[in-house]
């Protein structure tokens, strides 16, 4: 015959303990959004790596050394990229707390502020001399220093604001500046020599030449003597 079996009455029965759970509305957190970062990122790349696989192909026969030094330098170029694309995504966040917020950026690093800092929220476009002046979401100081800022390219509009109701701060909306108004409002922003369009344009055109024109030949010239 089966036995049944039932619990001991000695047993001591388990007070149950009702735990009131208050989440408070001003500690929250917004993240970039990995669709946009993936679009700004990756598709100046892809075009930049099928020119560079165009050129690899077409000089392989001719020039194998440098046919293979650029396909390692587009490989170690694409890794960077990632690496800077998936720490950006995992690392940076926007913060609030009850009486500070702060930014933490790819690299892990924190930065916090009292909320009684922040000024406003400013959504503007500079123009850096190129056919569209560029967004850029500026978290102003009270004493109109420019605390940091965000790329448009890289978060969300709609987590943005939501993150400046939350904080308490005000959204403007200003209207178009120049490069040259920009540095000279926020000094700390950007160095003067950016400020500059026709200084801006020597340096990216040397960096181009030295880029694209002077180091492919240099590599050229060196690898074929390597043992």
């Given amino acids: 015959m089966a036995k049944s079996t039932w619990p001991d009455s000695s047993a001591k029965d388990t007070a149950l303990v009702t735990v009131d759970v208050v989440i408070d509305p001003n500690v929250f957190s917004i993240r970039p959004s990995s669709h946009q970062l993936l679009i700004a990122a990756g598709l100046p790349t892809v075009f930049l790596l099928l020119g560079a696989s165009f050129y690899i192909v077409g000089g392989a026969f001719r020039h194998p050394g440098l046919s293979i030094a650029l396909a390692i330098g587009a490989a170690c170029f694409l890794a960077l990229v990632g690496a800077y694309v998936v720490a950006y995504v995992r690392n940076t ?34 123009d850096w001399g190129g056919s569209v002046p560029r967004l850029m979401y500026l978290f102003i100081g009270r004493d109109r220093h420019l605390l940091f800022r965000l790329e448009p390219n890289f978060w969300k509009e709609a987590d943005v ?32 020599w950016m400020a500059h369009t026709r200084m801006r344009t020597v340096i990216w055109v040397a960096f181009f030449l030295v880029t694209v024109l002077i180091l492919p030949v240099l590599l050229a010239i060196v690898l074929p003597r390597l043992p």
């Fill in 161 to 192: 604001r939501r993150f400046a109701e939350g904080v308490g701060v005000k959204v403007l909306e200003a209207p178009p500046a120049t490069s040259k108004a920009f540095q000279k409002e926020f000094p700390e922003a950007m160095p003067p």
């Fill in 93 to 126: 966040r926007l913060f609030s707390f009850s009486s500070t917020f702060g930014r933490r950026d790819w690299r892990g690093r924190v930065k916090a502020w009292p909320k009684s800092e922040l000024a406003e929220l400013r959504f503007q476009r500079v």
